[in-house]
Structure formats: C-alpha cells, structure tokens
C-alpha cells in the first residue's frame, strides 16, 4: 500500500515554507525514507532559520545601543545634577566657614580687650601694692638707721664719759698674768681692734679691771700661752712686708689651751699669717687689697697668672687659698723661681688640673697618679714651703691627706739661709670666671699641716 509523507506546517514561524504532503512510491526500507524526508526538511528550514537569526540579531542590537544611547544620557543629566548640587553644597559651606571665622575673629578680639583691660588694671593693682610696701620699707629703714645712729651717739657719749683722760696707746701697764708679771704698752694690746684684748685695754672699762695686792691688773690665764701671744703682738706693732711677724711656736702640751686662749681673746683671725698677691698678668684683676684674684675674658688671652712675693731660702712659709669659683679649664698652683708674669714659664713644682687630665709638676717633670683628682670649686687648699728641708706641702681637706713634692732635685744648690736665693708662689688660670682668695692662714691651719705630714 502507498504510504503517504507526513506534511509539516510551519505557521508559528512567519520566515518557514509549507511543506505539503506528498506521496512517494513505497520502498521496501521504509526506514531509509523517513530519513532522506527528514534530511530534505532541514534543508527546507535552513534558509529561514538562518533569517529568523539575522533578524533577531539586527533587532537585539539595535535595542542594546537604544539601551546604550539611553543609559549615557542619562549619566550626563545625573553628573550635571551631581556637579550643581556639590556645587551647591560646597559654596554654602564656604559662606558658613566665612560667617563663623568673622564671629570667631569678633569674639576674640573682644576676649583680647578684655584681657588687656584686665591684665592692666591687675598690673596697676601690683606696682601700687609694690610702691606702697616700698614707701613702708624705706620709712622702716629710716626710723632704724634713726635708732641705729641714736644708739650709736649714745654709746659714743657713754665711752667719752667712761674713759680716763689722757689715755693713749703709749701708756705702761703692768700685769699679773696667772702669777707672772709683765710689763707693756696700751698699744700693743690694742692691736686687733675687735678682739676682746683690745677692748679690755682701750680705757673704757679702766675702772673695772681686778688688781692684785700690789696694783697690777690681774688675768687669770695661762702666763706662757699668754706670753707667746704678747710676743707676738710686739713682733706685729714693727713687722714690715719684707720681715713679717713670726709665728709663735708652741709645746704641743700647751697648744690647746694656747688656741683656747686666742679663740676667747678675739685674736684667732689676727694672729693668722696674711700673704698677699704681689703681680698679675693681663687677663686677670686684684681686688680687695691683693687677696682675691678674678680671670676675666679677654680677646687673645688664654692663660693669666700670678705671683706671690718673694720667699727666700731658709724659712717655712704656709699661703692658703679659697676657690671660690671655676669653670674647669684650667688651674695651677705651685712654685717657680722666676719672677715672670709669663704663665708656665721655669715652674719648679707645683699640682694642676683642667677638663681633661689632673697632674703633679715634680722634679721638673709632670707625672700623673690616681690619688690627685684635681682641684674643684669651693676647694680651700693650704701650701706649705719648707726651704729648710727643701719640700712643698699641699692639703686639701677633700682628700683628707696631704700632697708633698721633693724641691731638693730641682734647685742647682742646697738650701741653706745664706744661698740668698727666692722662689715665688705663682697660679696660673685658664679660662673666664675663675675667682681665687687667699684666706689668713691660723695657727690652727698650721699646726693641722704640720701633723699631716708627720
């Protein structure tokens, strides 16, 4: 029987073909026809499938850039709105930092005039309380230097009455010291014109002296503590710079109760041994009748130096200096036997210290030891100058011991009296603002030096 091929109708596709049924003559492989109708088909529906495609196509793309066309216009509107509302925006901002920074500027400069006012009427208030405790202070002092010379004609008026006519300096006096007698002048006891000595003798309390069985003023002290310092007072009242009084040598039993004798008597200070300075270099001054010296600055000028007058051979001679201030450039303190102002010229002997190093000038040649550490400020050093024995002593309580150099080596002869040769105590500073004062040197200072380097 003859089999029909299937018709195939496309309507749902407007670009497809109709394919109407057809009829073919049977085959005995039915198989192999359905086949080939079926190749046939696709082959029918290619073309309009291809088109379907290429129109589909063309209108997705013409749809994606309407979608594209449209998105970038509509970016521009926003960006445009964007930009004119930060404008916007920022140009109130603007005006807001203006009107605070004017209303900021106002009120600080109406705080600053109140704080003008305010500081000044607080400034006129201080000065008037100033000025009127000023006024009292001045009025204070006048009405005391008032009191001060009413007492002072007072007791002036007191010792004019008190006193014996025709007293004087020359007058004899005969004392009974502890049972000794003794005979001297007025004036030689009157010496130390603070001391409680002088003031006992200077005629004001004539009357109240004790007198023994015979008429003599009586004292009851040690009569040979007395008699070193009555000896002494008379080497003062005709000592000379060159042949100063010599210190009194005491038995080591008696030297307590001799220096409790001069701290009571007033004469403790009186009877130390002064030295004073004798010549300075350019860079440096004297003041206070030669005992203190100050480095100044001075353009070109590193080192000044001075020199104490001259020690001959043969004697024992002690100096003692305070120093009151240094900066730690530079100090020496030793012995040279030039009388040269130039400042490291020939020194014999001698100890030194700077920022960097601490050194002992020995023999002529400088060695280092880890016992010196130096001079400081505030030091109070006392020297002591055997040219008997030929040695230089230095003590410094800081180090609770004494430094001795050897002058033996250093001078071409002995040392006897009759060499009638000198050396001369010279400091040498370096650096501004270094004050040194030669202090009296005590009996006491003396006697300490004379211990420590037994």
């Known amino acids: 029987m003859q089999q029909p091929w299937v018709s195939i109708d496309l309507e749902a596709d407007p670009h497809s073909a109709k394919v109407l049924t057809s009829t073919h003559a049977p085959t005995p492989w039915p198989e192999v026809g359905l086949l080939a109708a079926q190749s046939e088909l696709r082959l029918q529906l290619l073309p309009a499938l291809e088109a379907r495609h290429t129109s589909e196509s063309a209108a997705l793309f013409r749809g994606h850039k309407l979608d594209r066309e449209s998105l970038d216009r509509r970016y521009d509107v926003d960006s445009a709105e ?143 503590c007395f008699k070193q310092v009555l000896a002494y007072l008379r080497s003062k009242a005709i000592e000379r710079p060159d042949r100063p009084a010599p210190q009194p040598v005491i038995a080591p039993e008696s030297q307590a109760q001799f220096y409790a004798l001069l701290q009571f008597l007033g004469l403790e200070e009186f009877m130390g041994r002064h030295f004073f300075f004798d010549k300075c270099s350019t860079g440096a001054s004297m003041t206070d009748i030669r005992t203190v010296l100050q480095k100044h600055t001075a353009a070109g000028i590193d080192e000044s130096c001075l020199l104490a007058p001259a020690m001959p051979y043969g004697k024992v001679y002690h100096i003692k200096c305070h120093i009151e201030s240094y900066d730690g450039q530079g100090l020496f303190f030793g012995l040279t036997h030039l009388q040269e102002l130039s400042p490291m010229t020939q020194a014999l002997a001698g100890w030194s210290t700077t920022d960097t190093s601490h050194s002992i000038l020995k023999h002529g040649d400088w060695h280092t030891k880890s016992e010196w550490t130096g001079f400081m400020e505030d030091d109070k050093v006392l020297f002591r100058m055997d040219l008997m024995s030929g040695m230089l002593h230095m003590f410094c309580p800081r180090f609770s011991r004494a430094f001795s150099v050897s002058l033996t080596k250093v001078f071409s002869s002995s040392l006897s009296k009759s060499s009638g040769q000198a050396v001369f105590f010279r400091v040498v500073m370096r650096g501004a603002g270094v004050k040194i004062r030669l202090l009296p040197v005590m009996l006491q200072d003396m006697q300490d030096m004379s211990n420590m380097i037994k």
């Open 82 to 224: 964007m930009e004119a509302r930060h404008r916007s925006e920022r140009a109130a901002l603007v005006e807001n930092y203006r009107a605070g920074r004017d209303v900021l500027e106002r009120q600080f400069a109406a705080d600053s005039a109140d704080m003008q006012s305010k500081h000044l009427s607080e400034t006129q208030a201080f000065l008037q309380q100033n000025l009127d405790l000023h006024r009292d202070m001045i009025a204070a002092l006048a009405h005391q230097r008032k009191l001060q010379q009413e007492e002072s004609d007072s007791l002036a008026a007191e010792k004019a009455s008190m006193e014996a006519p025709g007293i004087s300096g020359g007058d004899i006096l005969q004392l009974n010291v502890g049972g000794e007698s003794f005979v001297v002048t007025r004036g030689t006891l009157t010496q130390a014109k603070d001391s409680l000595l002088a003031s006992k003798f200077n005629g004001r309390w004539e009357a109240r002296h004790q007198l023994d069985n015979q008429g003599q003023i009586f004292l009851d002290y040690d009569p040979y």
